[in-house]
């Protein structure tokens, strides 16, 4: 092996914070990641706590994207390149998707039923879960706090009001119109809840 002085550049985010361009005297993709890892203070941490937040990194040399099978093989005259690349959940979703199918062609099948009134209807929601699987699948799911009962979160008999159940990190419904005095209601999900004082004698 030669101790051929390489370029490395590092992209997006991992650039930003790290730097863009280094000279270093590597033989191979991960003996690159393993200099930075050692002269960067916080570049391994970063590496490894990017996946919790819906990233990964691809390798080029040049322009070839490398597996992980190929990140020891020399990386010849081109640069050695990393780009974080941000990845979807890839485990909701799915049931969602096969239903979705399902719907649509128990809704073309009934189009030649004496329940053809309701076939388009049927095509319609299962076109909607096809979509809102596929959007699961690619998208990144929160990962907040889960709405649970506690010992905290025990009824009073002092005070009356509603619970706030909404899970940190989940989307909260955007709301139209007016509201009543003790909080505005979506669902089943309250996003504001008030609480009333009285005395019991």
């Given at each position: 092996m030669t101790d051929r002085l390489r370029t490395i550049r590092l992209y997006g985010k991992l650039g930003a914070r790290f730097g863009r361009?280094?000279?270093l005297a590597v033989n191979s993709p991960a003996e690159a990641v393993h200099a930075l890892c050692t002269m960067l203070p916080g570049f391994?941490?970063?590496l490894m706590g990017a996946k919790a937040k819906g990233m990964e990194f691809a390798v080029f040399?040049?322009?070839q994207n490398l597996s992980r099978d190929q990140l020891h093989d020399?990386?010849?005259q081109d640069d050695i390149r990393i780009?974080?690349?941000m990845v979807g959940s890839k485990r909701g979703?799915?049931?969602q998707t096969i239903a979705g199918v399902v719907m649509v062609v128990v809704g073309v099948i009934m189009l030649y039923t004496p329940l053809a009134a309701y076939g388009p209807n049927v095509i319609v929601a299962g076109a909607s879960m096809i979509a809102g699987g596929v959007v699961q699948m690619l998208s990144p799911q929160p990962k907040g706090l889960g709405a649970k009962d506690t010992p905290d979160n025990a009824p009073s008999y002092s005070m009356n009001g509603t619970v706030n159940t909404q899970a940190q990190g989940n989307?909260?419904?955007v709301a139209y119109g007016g509201h009543d005095s003790k909080g505005m209601f979506i669902g089943s999900a309250v996003i504001s809840g008030?609480?009333?004082a009285e005395d019991q004698f």
């Open positions: 361009r280094f000279r391994q941490q970063y040399n040049g322009r020399p990386p010849g780009a974080p690349v979703g799915v049931l989307p909260v419904p008030g609480i009333l």
